[in-house]
């Protein structure tokens, strides 16, 4: 499985943006796909996570009621709308697919820088 992020950019606090991580490959195989971010001097961290079908969704508590991830089927992509964003939003974005229920997520993309000005 290969995954494309992109969609980062430069955005003022309160402003929005826009992810994206369109899947190919074996994504029949897939079974769930996420959202971490790293900022600089950080661990990476869990953001959001979605059912490879579209149905069961998990969000950080950092930004729960803020950002949104859905998938478009036909596509193949996995969206992150990130809305109200705070400068501490400010990371590199990862997409992740994971194959099995549970565990480590298996496959990466290549992260895509997102920056919220104060």
């Known amino acids: 499985v290969q995954l494309q992020a992109s969609g980062g950019g430069l955005v003022q606090a309160g402003g929005s943006l826009r992810l994206s991580c369109a899947a190919a490959?074996?994504?029949?195989?897939?079974?769930?796909m996420a959202w971490f971010r790293q900022a600089p001097g950080k661990e990476r961290e869990f953001v959001a996570s979605?059912?490879?079908?579209?149905?069961?969704?998990g969000y950080a508590e950092s930004v729960q009621g803020r950002f949104t991830i859905s998938r478009d089927s036909a596509k193949n992509t996995v969206y992150l709308q990130m809305n109200s964003l705070k400068p501490e939003d400010t990371a590199v974005y990862f997409c992740?697919?994971?194959?099995?229920?549970?565990?480590?997520?298996?496959?990466w993309g290549q992260g895509t820088q997102v920056t919220v000005s104060s």
């Open positions: 490959g074996r994504t029949f195989s897939v079974y769930r």
């Open positions: 979605i059912h490879w079908s579209g149905g069961t969704r």
């Open positions: 992740a697919a994971r194959i099995g229920g549970t565990g480590a997520y298996n496959y």
